[in-house]
């Protein structure tokens, strides 16, 4: 396994071969190298021909029957292609990302982690970093060679759709893992991509590629701090956020992409755009391509639209609107990245050692995924010392959460948005799967194994706990916005529902409006006189005060992923809880139109950092 340098990017045996191989090719490869399709938009026979630098798997979009063998089919088969030199094209490895950011989670059978936001509540940057470690692993045995992780957003309103890919509303929590994450990932042969630069936790109301509307002190606080580790660990990519500053796309921000990151902080690897992300702009494609470049992005993510991109900058450069020192210098750092990388170096993804790697999914990756679930739960709630469970008791799981390893996983696993059910969640274990294991008298009653609709009250009255499972379900960036569903917003062309059209999750924070079954079981288990244990499952805090008088315990389990079973260990008192709240918990609705002001958090019910022990 290649392990790739800490250091600087731009050592000096590498800028060499840069300098050389730039001198070499033409402006044709050179926008080739800053183009980045869809897997599904463009053939390995493409890449050669308009000599593609790297080409991406948007969430979800997996070849073949999703295994291991299949993505490294795949990469080899463009990889050769990028590789296959003759007088129009030097050979200039392909570079191929994906979403890899808790797990290599689109891939059938991956270990699939609690997702940032849990990882938060943990507060273990040693973790943070055997994490990047095997997801690395996990990434190389696909033969996959980026990913677009770590997500070092700093969410400050839990109405944002994206608020479990956020570490922690608090920027020194999310500094402590940035350097650690990035160095699991490249050090063990993977490049990383610090993103969304910057500021796409902030924005008003939560909106996801909102406005972050503060004065630059604060976004340098809040949002840009968590950079400096990043960088500071030698992360090779940064990626553009969607969201604008002070009413400013980020994606056409020179003030912030060159100058800033690349000039006053030195960061010396490339920066790529997000998907689509220039559309909104300018009104015209050529006219937003060079306005993008010129503010200093290298790379551009273009799934669809890659030849008007391709065509579009030439045409810019041809009448000098770019410059073409603006060209050679994306391209010398993305020449840099691949050099640095050892991507160079490498065999054909068929030939390396990790592609295929045994170690995919194997039982010593998922213990780790296990001790991070364990260490991700919040005790919010634990009356009349109903927790730790007794394993010898006769305890009913119920709720929709209880055995669905899908709803466990949450976005950006096997699909973009999630999925629901076990079916597609191929290994780990559920919430309910590991209660089984260690409580022989626990039955479950609805929630997954079809005996009972799920929301319909059990009949409890031979039990002594219940323990229900509830929340929400899966979903991705704009779609679990919390919001009035918005009229159009640009940029958005890959969402369901065609161009800029947004339907959000819901308009409210409060659970038992979104999900009134998760009230409705838990006061009817209660009403017959048995204790009940309510384990959310979420991607953020949501305002749960009826749902939390009407149980004797609260455990905030966030989205664990593929180890369940990791619920169980804590539950039944194996591990006592650790976890303390990365965001603070409201107690109502943000109000205003900023709901409740840019932070939506004058309402907390419990504190950033509360957390029970049962000891
Ligand atoms: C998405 C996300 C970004 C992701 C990219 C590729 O729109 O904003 O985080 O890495 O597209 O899937």
Known sequence: MTSLPATAVRASAVEERVQELLARISLDQKIGQMTQPERLHVSPAEVKRFHIGSVLSG??????????????????????????????????????????????????????????????????????????????????????????????????????????????????????????????????????????????????????????????????????????????????????????????KCHAHRYLIQDVLKGEMGFGGFVVSDWDGIDPVADD???????????????????????????????????????????????????????????????????????????????????VAREAVRKSLVLLKNEGGVLPLDKGARILVTGPAAHDRGRQCGGFTVEWQGVTGNAAIDGGTSIWEGIRAVAP??????????????????????????????????????????????????????????????????????????HPEALRTIRGLTAQGVPVVTVLVSGRPLVVNEELAASAGFVAAWLPGSEGAGVADVLFGDYDFVGRLPMSWPGKMPEGPGRGGRSGRGTALFPHGYGLRLL
């Open 441 to 514: 008298g626990a039955v479950l009653r609805g929630g997954g194994d079809g005996a009972t609709p799920a929301g319909d009250v059990p009949d409890a009255r031979d039990f002594d706990a219940a323990v229900v499972v509830v929340g929400e379900r899966p979903y991705a960036e704009g779609l679990g916005d919390i919001r009035e569903p918005s009229p159009v917003r640009a940029g958005t062309n890959h969402l369901p529902g065609g161009p800029g059209v947004l339907q959000p999750y819901g308009n409210t924070l409060k659970l038992a409006a979104l």
């Open 285 to 367: 494609y050529g006219d937003a391509a060079a306005m993008a470049v010129n503010a200093g992005i290298d790379m551009f993510m273009v799934p669809e639209t890659w030849r008007a991109f391709i065509a579009g900058l030439k045409e810019q450069v041809e009448r000098g609107v770019v410059p073409v020192g603006r060209i050679d210098d994306a391209v010398a750092r993305i020449l840099q990245v691949k050099f640095a990388s050892g991507l160079f170096d490498r065999p054909r993804p068929w030939a390396r050692r990790g592609s295929n790697g045994s170690a995919f999914g194997s039982g010593e990756h998922r213990a």
């Open 59 to 248: 969430g979800g979009s997996c070849p073949g029957d999703n295994r291991p063998a299949d993505w490294v089919a795949m990469n080899d088969a463009y990889w050769t292609a990028s590789m296959e030199e003759d007088a129009d094209h030097l050979a200039i490895p392909l570079l191929y990302g994906v979403d890899a950011i808790h797990g290599n989670a689109n891939v059938l059978g991956a270990t699939i982690f609690p997702h940032n936001i849990g990882l938060g509540a943990a507060g273990d940057p040693g973790l943070i970093e055997r994490i990047g470690r095997v997801t690395a692993r996990e990434v190389c045995a696909a033969g996959v060679d980026w990913t677009f992780a770590p997500t070092l957003a700093v969410a400050r309103n839990p109405c944002w759709g994206r608020t479990y890919e956020s570490y922690s509303e608090d920027p020194t929590l999310v500094a402590r893992y940035a350097g650690r994450i990035v160095r699991g990932l490249q050090e063990a042969g993977v490049v990383a991509c610090a993103k969304h630069w910057v500021g796409d936790g902030g924005t008003v109301g939560g909106v996801d590629q909102g406005d972050t509307v503060m004065g630059e002190e604060e976004l340098r606080r809040m949002h840009i701090a968590p950079y400096v580790p990043a960088l500071e660990a030698g992360v090779l990519t940064v990626m553009v956020s969607l969201s604008s500053w002070n009413g400013e």
